[in-house]
């Protein structure tokens, strides 16, 4: 329960897990004709395809009484899916990631506990692309770019360390449950409909907002937004509130990630 020892471990393995994560980054990639190419690709097919049917088919506005264009529409919804991917990249590998490496646990001097973190790396890889395809389309087609950008690293704070935390848990239970991945996969296909990514938390009836505050990654997105698009300051407070619960939720899922590991062997 020491938050010292955890970010000094993570520090003195931070070599392993820049490792980890490249190879885990470029092994999606591996054999393929175009290679690390698809990383962009992928996020702007998804772009055209979220954009044309949510703006497109369903005629859907941002707001009620926004004149918002189905470019502006698509940008709003893309960045939304980025900063929720990082979550739910992350979430739906952690169950199986101590399974799929049973050679490293019988290791006693690896560090299982940087797998979920260097899976967390990557997924942050994957956002870094589609934000660079993100912020220059905002530019061209709005010719502006968010005085507040720059904030944008610490709306991430509270996501990466709430992501984590989570996924040291999952990790470890998925050990010793091995069905806990199958409505893991749900759990996150539900928090994507409902987190805010296609829809701002105004849009929903006041008894129902208050409500939606609860999910951490909400707010997130709504900040996210904000920080990244429209040039607004983000929420001081539910920022502060934010970083210190997620900060909390970290040190627990890697307390209790230490705890159980000593047990992986026994159960692999």
């Not at 220059?136 to 904030?151: E, G």
């Amino acid at each position: 329960m020491n938050p010292s020892r955890l970010l000094r471990n993570l520090y003195n393995h931070r070599n392993l897990i820049r490792q980890f994560a490249w190879r885990d980054f470029i092994g999606r990639y591996k054999g393929s004709y175009l290679g690390v190419v698809w990383s962009f690709v992928t996020p702007l097919m998804m772009l055209a395809v979220y954009g044309f049917v949510f703006s497109v088919v369903f005629k859907a506005k941002w707001t009620q009484n926004s004149d918002t264009s189905q470019i502006d529409f698509a940008l709003i919804l893309f960045c939304g899916m980025t900063v929720f991917n990082i979550f739910g990249e992350t979430i739906n590998r952690a169950p199986g990631l101590i399974l799929g490496h049973p050679n490293y646990v019988k290791k006693v001097v690896f560090p299982l506990e940087i797998l979920p973190v260097a899976a967390l790396v990557t997924s942050l890889l994957n956002a870094g692309i589609s934000l660079a395809i993100l912020v220059p389309a905002n530019m061209a087609f709005n010719f502006t770019i968010s005085k507040t950008i720059f904030l944008f690293p610490l709306i991430l704070v509270p996501l990466i360390a709430f992501t984590i935390g989570l996924a040291w848990f999952l990790a470890s239970i998925g050990v010793f449950i091995r069905d806990i991945g199958q409505p893991v996969g749900v759990m996150v296909t539900i928090l994507f409909f409902m987190s805010g990514v296609f829809f701002p938390l105004s849009a929903l009836p006041e008894n129902y907002r208050f409500l939606m505050k609860f999910n951490p990654l909400t707010m997130v997105l709504e900040e996210s937004r904000r920080t990244l698009m429209w040039g607004e300051l983000p929420d001081w407070t539910w920022l502060v509130i934010a970083t210190v619960l997620s900060c909390v939720v970290m040190q627990l899922g890697y307390t209790w990630f230490m705890r159980t590991k000593r047990a992986f062997a026994d159960v692999i």
